[in-house]
């Protein structure tokens, strides 16, 4: 685990560790997508979750639950579709309101910070991708009738900005407990994750 200390070790050990913890949390994302999102509300309209499957390997393969429900009512499938975006965009902006509020060791703070970040890309991708080329659980709810391209494209964008800023502040001051300069360039290269994220996605479309 990582101490308090952690700011003084040498800079490779550093960003080891940031990888490391981001790595791992990135799968935790999933797991909060597919159980915490759809599994949740599966199981308040008094579903049953048959199977699930968290993928190491994206984005060459997707994660995805398997459920079964007692209605075929479109309005309750609606809800379970988009309760994986609706979810992971809570937990997003509920660690950030709760990383405002509270200084955390750097193990905590790591570790929430990391999570926040791949649950708001999970949601975010989902709306402007989906709002794009119509993909994953957002193409589904598009098809269904319950939200246009437009509209999950300007939700996903809003929400993107507004998670944007929140990001990186918290980036911001993991950066100054580390005492890692200059703030703005370690801004730059962390935000190139997400046309990194994007290349490799497409990547794994293509090779689907």
């Given at each position: 685990m990582v101490s308090?200390?952690?700011?003084?070790?040498?800079?490779?050990?550093?960003?080891?560790?940031f990888l490391v913890v981001g790595f791992i949390t990135k799968y935790l994302a999933e797991a909060i997508h597919e159980l915490a999102g759809h599994g949740l509300f599966v199981m308040l309209f008094g579903g049953q979750i048959k199977s699930f499957y968290i993928s190491l390997l994206w984005p060459y393969e997707r994660s995805y639950i398997n459920w079964s429900l007692p209605t075929s009512d479109?309005?309750?499938?609606?809800?379970?579709?988009?309760?994986?975006?609706?979810?992971?965009?809570?937990?997003?902006?509920?660690?950030?309101?709760?990383?405002?509020?509270?200084?955390?060791?750097?193990?905590?703070?790591?570790?929430?910070?990391?999570?926040?970040?791949?649950?708001?890309?999970?949601?975010?991708?989902?709306?402007?991708?989906?709002?794009?080329?119509?993909?994953?659980?957002?193409?589904?709810?598009?098809?269904?009738?319950?939200?246009t391209p437009a509209i999950s494209l300007v939700l996903g964008i809003g929400i993107f900005i507004a998670g944007f800023f929140l990001i990186s502040n918290a980036m911001r001051k993991i950066l100054i407990r580390f005492s890692i300069k200059p703030i703005k360039a370690g801004l730059a290269i962390f935000w190139l994750i997400v046309p990194l994220l994007f290349v490799l996605f497409i990547m794994g479309i293509s090779f689907r």
């Open positions: 308090n200390l952690a700011y003084r070790k040498p800079l490779i050990i550093i960003v080891l560790i479109q309005n309750i499938l609606i809800w379970v579709i988009g309760g994986g975006i609706l979810v992971t965009i809570i937990v997003a902006f509920f660690i950030q309101f709760i990383l405002l509020l509270k200084r955390f060791n750097v193990a905590i703070s790591l570790t929430l910070f990391w999570l926040s970040f791949w649950c708001f890309i999970n949601a975010t991708g989902y709306l402007i991708l989906g709002g794009i080329i119509q993909y994953g659980d957002v193409g589904e709810l598009i098809s269904m009738g319950a939200v």
